[in-house]
């Protein structure tokens, strides 16, 4: 009788481990990774075309990690965007997974004419091909949404079992603006054209929907061209990465360029004060651009922007008086200078009697060593 009891204890006990392991997780699990760790701007169509597979690299994986249970199974993959709803849906033949196997497929295996984990069955959906139809045709890439991915893994011979499944996100922004702000102007490669900044340690700025890019600052020496002198030494190079939710992913693209990398709150900062191959010296003109680095389908891709330029004045040659003060003026007015005080303009002639700063008198030298410090944050002006 106490071995019987022994035995049916240890019964019980089976087949309260079994009960228990069936409410967790058995049979194969499914998980995700994306290329590089980095979320995707740009999704081009022709790398997910089933009927044309791009050449570019897989845009992610599938990890398949099975039990000690040989398993025979069918993986099921849809996609729905957050503007559109269902988009396709589709599933592989039957496939095999040996006891213990761990098995990565890449988006290419997937979306592939051959091999044996490619989507037999695929359909897309007809109202949502409608409303793709017109921005594919003309871009050759997905618009801006959120696609959904959902992997789901069931047992060959019981479809209604599913073993695990998986859903993950690509964040489509599709970025194209990358405009140049401070300091300078665009280069149009006559250095009389380069607008006079007074300090050495400028706040460059520039405006963009990215989230990672390449500045380069060079010295342009004369008859040079801008874009040959952004390519030669010394110059100044940087690569920064916007500060933000899934941004820190991406710190690590800018050692291809063996570039030193930074986080930056948002789309601007200070010219170092040293420590650098590159010092801004008064009486020299420079040139900088900045190449936004956007993640595709089919890897990396460079947004150059247009190139500024830039003079640094030389207060030691700055003649006193009204010269002074016209250099102030120019750069500060810029295309404006010549509307204000040329031929024909409001103040065409006009001589001040005196200069005031902060409610303050100054002389137009004074005013040259105060635009120093704060020239870079000059925001408009008004007529009284």
């Given at each position: 009788m106490?071995?019987c009891?022994r035995t049916?204890y240890?019964g019980l006990?089976l087949?309260?481990?079994g ?7 058995t049979g194969?699990?499914v998980s995700h990774s994306?290329?590089n760790n ?9 790398d997910?075309?089933i009927?044309?597979?791009g050449?570019g690299p897989?845009?992610f994986?599938?990890d398949?990690?099975n ?6 199974v069918?993986?099921?993959?849809s996609?729905?965007s957050?503007?559109?709803g269902?988009?396709?849906n ?15 497929l890449?988006?290419?295996d ?8 490619r989507l037999?069955?695929?359909?897309i959906?007809?109202?949502a091909?409608?409303g793709?139809?017109?921005?594919v045709?003309s871009?050759?890439?997905l618009?801006?949404d959120v ?14 079992n599913?073993?695990d499944?998986?859903v993950f996100?690509?964040r489509?922004?599709?970025p ?5 702000v401070?300091?300078?102007?665009p280069?149009s490669?006559?250095?009389k054209d380069?607008?006079v900044?007074?300090?050495n340690?400028p706040q460059f700025r520039?405006e963009s929907?990215?989230?990672?890019f390449?500045v ?8 040079e061209?801008p874009?040959?002198?952004?390519n030669n ?9 916007l ?10 693209t800018?050692?291809r360029f063996?570039?030193?990398?930074e986080?930056i ?6 010219f170092?004060s040293?420590?650098?191959i ?6 020299k ?5 900045v190449i936004?680095?956007?993640e ?6 460079p ?5 500024y330029?830039f003079h640094l004045a ?8 009204m010269?002074?003060?016209n250099?102030?003026?120019k750069n500060?007015?810029?295309s404006?200078?010549?509307k204000?005080f ?10 001040p ?5 902060d409610g303050?008198d100054v002389?137009?030298?004074e005013?040259l060593?105060?635009?120093r410090?704060m020239?870079?944050k ?7």
């Amino acid at each position: 009788m106490k071995k019987c009891r022994r035995t049916l204890y240890g019964g019980l006990l089976l087949v309260m481990l079994g009960i228990s392991s069936g409410y967790g997780q058995t049979g194969p699990t499914v998980s995700h990774s994306f290329l590089n760790n980095a979320a995707l701007d740009v999704f081009f169509l022709k790398d997910f075309d089933i009927n044309s597979p791009g050449s570019g690299p897989p845009i992610f994986f599938i990890d398949i990690t099975n039990d000690g249970v040989a398993h025979q199974v069918v993986m099921r993959l849809s996609i729905t965007s957050r503007s559109r709803g269902n988009l396709s849906n589709g599933q592989t033949g039957v496939f095999s997974l040996q006891p213990g196997q761990i098995l990565k497929l890449s988006s290419r295996d997937i979306f592939s004419n051959s091999g044996p984990y490619r989507l037999e069955s695929y359909q897309i959906d007809d109202n949502a091909a409608k409303g793709l139809i017109k921005d594919v045709l003309s871009t050759g890439k997905l618009p801006s949404d959120v696609y959904t991915f959902q992997v789901i893994l069931v047992e060959a011979n019981n479809q209604g079992n599913q073993f695990d499944s998986e859903v993950f996100d690509i964040r489509v922004s599709n970025p194209h603006k990358l405009d140049l702000v401070f300091p300078g102007a665009p280069a149009s490669g006559d250095m009389k054209d380069c607008p006079v900044i007074f300090t050495n340690l400028p706040q460059f700025r520039w405006e963009s929907d990215m989230r990672q890019f390449r500045v380069i600052v060079a010295p342009l020496r004369r008859g040079e061209d801008p874009e040959s002198a952004l390519n030669n030494d010394p110059r100044f190079t940087r690569f920064f990465v916007l500060q933000g939710k899934g941004n820190s992913k991406l710190m690590a693209t800018g050692n291809r360029f063996n570039d030193r990398v930074e986080g930056i709150p948002n789309t601007s900062f200070q010219f170092p004060s040293s420590g650098e191959i590159l010092t801004l010296r008064p009486g020299k003109t420079y040139v900088w651009r900045v190449i936004g680095i956007v993640e595709t389908s089919s890897g990396s891709t460079p947004f150059k922007s247009e190139i500024y330029c830039f003079h640094l004045a030389n207060l030691d040659k700055v003649d006193t008086g009204m010269q002074q003060l016209n250099v102030i003026l120019k750069n500060l007015l810029g295309s404006d200078y010549e509307k204000i005080f040329g031929e024909g303009g409001e103040l065409e002639g006009y001589s001040p009697k005196r200069i005031t700063f902060d409610g303050k008198d100054v002389t137009p030298g004074e005013l040259l060593v105060r635009l120093r410090k704060m020239n870079d944050k000059f925001k408009g002006y008004k007529i009284e």
